[in-house]
C-alpha cells in the first residue's frame, strides 16, 4: 500500500531533550517536505526536499532541522525543543514537486513542556 | 506568510446542499491544488486545476479558477453528514515551496 508513515504519532517531552520525527515514503516519490498545523494558521512548511541531499527552508525553518539522506526518508530534528514547537506535524510527498497531489502522513502530535 | 486565504472561515449547511468555499491567492502560480482534512488527521488530496484551465469535475466537486481575479472556488454538491472536514487550498510559493491557506471548516448536518 502506498503510503507515508510517521513516527512517533504522539510526543510528550521537555525543553531542550533532543528529538527526531522519522518520515519514511514508499512511492519513490523525489518531493518530501514538513509542515506544522497549528489553530487559525493552516499549514505552514518547515521544510522541503527536491531530492536526495537537497533540501531547502521553507516559511517555519527556525529551530528544526532535516537530513535527506536516502530517498525514502527525510526525517525532522528539533535540537532543543521549545514550548512554541507544541504543534502538530504532518510529513507529506510527491512524485515531481509542488505542482503534483501531496501524500500526507498521519500526523505527529507533539508537545513541549 | 500564507499564499492562499480560504473563505469563509466556517460554513454550517443542512445534508443535501451545496456548499461553496472560495480561495484567494496573490502571485501567479502554475496549478492550484485543494485538500480535504478529517479533525487531527492527515490532509487528502481532492483536485488540481492548472492556470490554463477555468473549471475541473471530480464526482461531486467542482473547482474554478479565475487567474485574472487570484481566485478559485469548490464546490460540494448534494453534500453529505461524511463531507464535514476543514478543505484547504494550496499553491506554490517564490520557490520550490508550497503555500496553503488556514482552511474552510465545513459542517454538515444530517
Known amino acids: 500500500e502506498a503510503q507515508v508513515t510517521q513516527n512517533p504519532r504522539y510526543l510528550i517531552t521537555v525543553t531542550g531533550k533532543k528529538l527526531t520525527v522519522t518520515c519514511s515514503q514508499n512511492?519513490?516519490?523525489?518531493?518530501m517536505s514538513w509542515y506544522r498545523q497549528d489553530p487559525g494558521l493552516g499549514l505552514r512548511q518547515i521544510y522541503y526536499?527536491?531530492?536526495?541531499?537537497?533540501?531547502d527552508k521553507g516559511d517555519v525553518p527556525e529551530g528544526y532541522k532535516v537530513s535527506r539522506k536516502e530517498k525514502r526518508n527525510f526525517p525532522l530534528i528539533l535540537e532543543s525543543p521549545s514550548p512554541n514547537q507544541t504543534s502538530l506535524y504532518f510529513c507529506?510527498?510527491?512524485?515531481?514537486?509542488?505542482?503534483?497531489?501531496?501524500?500526507f502522513g498521519p500526523g505527529t502530535r507533539l508537545t513541549v513542556t | 506568510s500564507q499564499q492562499g486565504e480560504e473563505d469563509p472561515q466556517a460554513l454550517s449547511i443542512q445534508e443535501g446542499e451545496n456548499a461553496t468555499m472560495n480561495c484567494s491567492y496573490k502571485?501567479?502560480?502554475?496549478?492550484l491544488q485543494w485538500y480535504r482534512q478529517n479533525s487531527g488527521r492527515g490532509l487528502v488530496h481532492l483536485i488540481l486545476?492548472?492556470?490554463?484551465?477555468r473549471e475541473k469535475h471530480s464526482g461531486r466537486l467542482r473547482v474554478t479558477l479565475d487567474t485574472s481575479k487570484k481566485s478559485s472556488s469548490l464546490l460540494i454538491t448534494a453534500s453529505r453528514a461524511a463531507d464535514t472536514a476543514s478543505y484547504f487550498c494550496?499553491?506554490?510559493?517564490?520557490?520550490?515551496?508550497?503555500?496553503f491557506g488556514a482552511g474552510t471548516r465545513l459542517t454538515v448536518k444530517p
Open positions: 512511492m519513490n516519490h523525489e518531493y
Open positions: 494550496a499553491t506554490e510559493g517564490g520557490r520550490n515551496d508550497m503555500r
Open positions: 486545476i492548472r492556470s490554463n484551465e
Open positions: 507529506a510527498s510527491s512524485y515531481g514537486g509542488r505542482h503534483y497531489e501531496q501524500y
Open positions: 526536499s527536491m531530492n536526495v541531499e537537497v533540501t
Open positions: 502571485t501567479s502560480i502554475n496549478n
